[in-house]
């Protein structure tokens, strides 16, 4: 079957995320375009997200099951489920802002070169501040650090060409994102905030960044042509000059990945013109994140 024109699926794996499942597909509901929910259990044990999962479903959502085996597969077990011509993954625990949808629509009908349409996102929870998006997907920078959100609209079968999100143990969208890059798709970002990031102890994300070393070598092997091309790469990059400069003076300094990682989104900040604030408040993430 192929996919209607202009439709819209949002794909959301829960695994023991009853707390915020509600709150999450409330987003999606809510949003002035109609959009098929598709919730994947992924093999969740709590009986209070049971609940959660049987009060979407009655909502209007559609619950798929599976065992439980991460994230990555549980957006491509929601994105094989769909004929949507888009679709976007959203996190069981964040939420979509007012609008988010039909904007980033518009900006792919705009750009039909583009993959995906992104937007900025507020973090919300332990912190509130906003991390502006960055317009283009750039190669040259994601060789060195993830600058784009999970939450973006993409082309549905585009992603199912690329092989989706397949990475195991974490960092599969910054995967998902180099390899749409080494195929040569293009991205646009606009300014305005599509989506809300909740920052909390304990989230999934601060277990990938303890292992950052390891992820980012895996990611090195898996596109080894495009960190071979980093120099050719480097010459069309929109980047700012000064992160040109930053990013491969830190990538040589014998320091550890986790304060590679550190003075890397600082310099990211910095080049961006966010400034002290927003630096600080992504320190303080930082430690949130690694809280147990």
């Known amino acids: 079957m192929s996919a209607d024109h202009g439709s819209v699926a949002v794909v959301i794996p829960c695994h023991d995320d009853g707390a915020t499942l509600d709150e999450a597909v409330a987003s999606v509901l809510e949003q002035d375009v109609a959009a098929e929910v598709i919730v994947v259990d992924d093999g969740s044990t709590d009986p209070s997200t049971h609940e959660a999962l049987d009060r979407v479903a009655a909502g209007g959502a559609r619950v798929l099951r599976q065992d439980n085996r991460g994230p990555g597969p549980a957006r491509m077990a929601g994105l094989r489920a769909t004929h949507a011509e888009y679709a976007l993954p959203l996190d069981a625990d964040d939420r979509l802002m007012p609008g988010a949808l039909r904007t980033l629509r518009t900006e792919l009908e705009r750009n039909p070169r583009a993959v995906a349409a992104w937007g900025s996102a507020r973090h919300f929870g332990s912190l509130d501040f906003v991390q502006r998006s960055l317009p283009t997907l750039d190669p040259w920078q994601l060789s060195y650090q993830n600058h784009l959100p999970l939450s973006a609209l993409y082309r549905r079968d585009a992603v199912l060409r690329a092989g ?24 646009v970002g606009i300014p305005a905030v599509t989506g809300a990031y909740r ?4 989230r999934r994300i ?22 071979a091309d980093r120099r050719r790469y480097r010459r069309a990059s929109p980047a700012p000059r000064v992160l040109k400069l930053a990013l491969p003076v830190i990538d040589v300094l014998p320091l550890g990945p986790q304060h590679k990682r550190l003075l890397s989104g600082a310099a990211f900040y910095l080049a961006q013109g966010a400034g002290w604030p927003t630096i600080a408040a992504r320190m303080r993430a930082h430690r949130i994140r690694r809280a147990r």
């Open 164 to 187: 989706g999100w397949q990475l195991e143990g974490g960092y599969e969208d910054w995967d998902l994102w180099l390899t749409l890059a080494e195929a040569g798709f293009e991205g």
């Open 199 to 202: 920052v909390e102890p304990g």
């Open 206 to 227: 601060a277990r990938s960044s303890s292992r950052h070393g390891e992820r980012c070598q895996r990611l090195r092997e898996r596109h080894a042509r495009l960190y």
